[in-house]
């Protein structure tokens, strides 16, 4: 009996004391910024995919880079997190606190004072693949391969990849294929292309610019549930936390998230002693609040990201034309079309094909409905660090399997789980019911509108060259 007093005394004593930092479950979704192995629980097993009496014949991938430095100008403000940890040290040693039942625990905040930004974070390597990140990519790959083995061979003229040629994509083309031929993958000729308007076709598309990433209403709904009491309770609680008797600026506290998001990323077992400072309530809403970014930037919010995002269901199409009704494919032709993106394509892409859509659109003022807190847009789980998509096309014997009535079946994948669409079966769909679905999408599909808008700019740009041109010459003749 007597332990059990002890027990209970125990229980009362650390109630006061809020460790966050050692939550035996702790809150891991971090919208964009979340680890892969955290948004995707359950990795099936890396076993041969197979569907009896099919044969995957082609293979396409639409992957988003593992986990990335802070860019230049993130890793600056960051770490200004320096003076501020000072700050709450200070108000500790104070004693700060209106209410200590909501002050930080002391191992936490030794864990805190104990920080320091890593010097080797620095400009050089600003958005730069991590080292987690570069195995998570080459995981990755070698999972696929277990998974289609006679598709996914040693031989690099099976595939084309595609992707930017800046230092995060390049080094993710280099994890990925080293996960897939081994150490030779550096002399091989790997075909590929680099075209960035094909793999960002929205950085090159100024009506979608104009309308949706510069326009100020597209953060309509998250300015309005930042106003809200649920959020702007969160930051009071979280800076009473910390000691402050006054709410701590948004800003701030949006950069604590960051380091604490990105700290759980770079390394997944390690302790983020920014992370102490936020409840699993105040995970879930800063959360949300992305969430309300992502689907009004690039997803359902807007018209313009179905029409964005189409480039990429209209290449996959494209692909799996070649293959469709063919008896003989030219040995010279790919089998793995292999492209890498960021978390904008990815999201796009999803909303051209009608996945994870809601019933009623997300709005900042319904926090607590069943809607949102059920809600099936969630950038954790669509676009986590190395967050993907694929497509596998089969081709079936007749009365191979009962359960196939078709000769041509496409497996959709999300993060390496099937995805599930309407009129599937576990992610499995007719080839028909495909073309169906995404036929019209496909037709439709092309980016004239981008320019369309703005003619208007560009004969201005125009006039502005003719000006110029006469302005250089006159000066010259001068
Ligand atoms: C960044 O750190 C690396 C290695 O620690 C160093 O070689 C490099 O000069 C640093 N770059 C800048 C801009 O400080
Ligand atoms: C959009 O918001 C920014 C920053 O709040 C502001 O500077 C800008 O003037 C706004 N633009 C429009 C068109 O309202
Ligand atoms: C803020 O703290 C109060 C008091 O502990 C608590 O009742 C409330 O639920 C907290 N709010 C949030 C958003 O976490």
């Known amino acids: 009996m007597i332990w059990l007093y002890l027990l209970l005394a125990l229980a009362v004593a650390k109630g006061q004391e809020t460790c966050l930092s050692v939550e035996d479950d702790p809150y891991l979704l971090f919208g964009t910024k979340t680890a892969y192995i955290f948004a995707n629980l359950g990795v099936p097993s890396t076993r041969a995919h197979d569907v009896p009496g099919c044969q995957p014949i082609a293979f396409w991938l639409l992957s988003r880079h593992g986990s990335n430095n802070p860019e230049a100008n993130d890793i600056v403000e960051l770490q200004k997190l320096g003076d501020f940890r000072n700050n709450i040290v200070t108000n500790y040693k104070n004693g700060n606190f209106r209410n200590t039942n909501q002050r930080i625990c002391t191992s936490d905040l030794n864990l805190l004072e104990q920080w320091q930004w890593n010097p080797r974070l620095n400009v050089t390597f600003a958005g730069d693949l991590?080292?987690?990140?570069?195995?998570?990519?080459?995981?990755?790959?070698q999972a696929w391969r277990q998974r289609f083995p006679g598709l996914l061979t040693s031989s690099r003229h099976h595939y084309l990849f595609k992707y930017v040629n800046d230092q995060l994509s390049s080094n993710t083309f280099k994890a990925f294929t080293e996960g897939l031929f081994g150490d030779q993958a550096e002399s091989f000729d790997i075909p590929k292309e680099?075209?960035?308007k094909i793999v960002r076709p929205f950085k090159f598309c100024p009506a979608w610019t104009k309308d949706v990433g510069d326009n100020n209403d597209t953060l309509s709904q998250l300015h309005i549930f930042e106003s809200k009491r649920e959020y702007q309770e969160m930051i009071s609680n979280i800076s009473l936390r910390l000691g402050f008797n006054y709410d701590v600026q948004k800003e701030i506290i949006l950069r604590m998230y960051q380091l604490c998001r990105y700290n759980k990323a770079w390394d997944v077992v390690k302790i983020s002693p920014w992370c102490s400072a936020f409840t699993r309530e105040d995970l879930k809403r800063l959360e949300y609040a992305e969430d309300l970014e992502t689907y009004y930037k690039y997803g359902y919010g807007s018209a313009l990201n179905k029409d964005v995002g189409c480039t990429h269901v209209k290449d996959m199409m494209n692909f799996f034309e070649n293959y469709v009704g063919k008896d003989e494919i030219p040995q010279q032709q790919p089998r793995a079309m292999i492209q890498f993106t960021e978390a904008a394509m990815l999201l796009m892409t999803l909303t051209a094909m009608g996945a994870h859509q809601d019933t009623a659109p997300l709005t900042g003022d319904n926090?607590?409905?069943?809607?949102?807190?059920?809600?099936?847009w969630t950038a954790s789980k669509m676009a986590p660090f190395n967050g993907?998509?694929?497509?596998?096309?089969?081709?079936c014997t007749q009365n191979g399997n009962f359960q196939v009535n078709e000769e041509y079946q496409v497996l959709f994948l999300e993060n390496e789980h099937p995805l599930s669409l309407p009129g599937c079966r576990v992610g499995l769909c007719d080839w028909s019911l495909v073309k169906n679905r995404f036929g019209?999408?496909?037709?439709?599909c092309n980016l004239?509108?981008?320019?369309?808008?703005?003619?208007?700019?560009?004969?201005?740009?125009?006039?502005?060259t003719f000006v110029a041109f006469f302005?250089?010459?006159?000066?010259?003749?001068?």
């Open 130 to 141: 991590t080292a987690d990140g570069y195995m998570t990519t080459q995981q990755l790959a």
């Open 194 to 196: 680099n075209d960035e």
């Open 367 to 376: 926090y607590h409905s069943a809607n949102v807190q059920s809600r099936k």
């Open 388 to 395: 993907n998509l694929a497509a596998v096309l089969y081709k």
């Open 440 to 444: 019209e999408l496909v037709k439709n």
């Open 448 to 464: 004239d509108f981008c320019n369309s808008a703005t003619k208007i700019s560009s004969v201005n740009v125009i006039l502005f």
């Open 471 to 478: 302005v250089r010459y006159a000066v010259i003749r001068i």
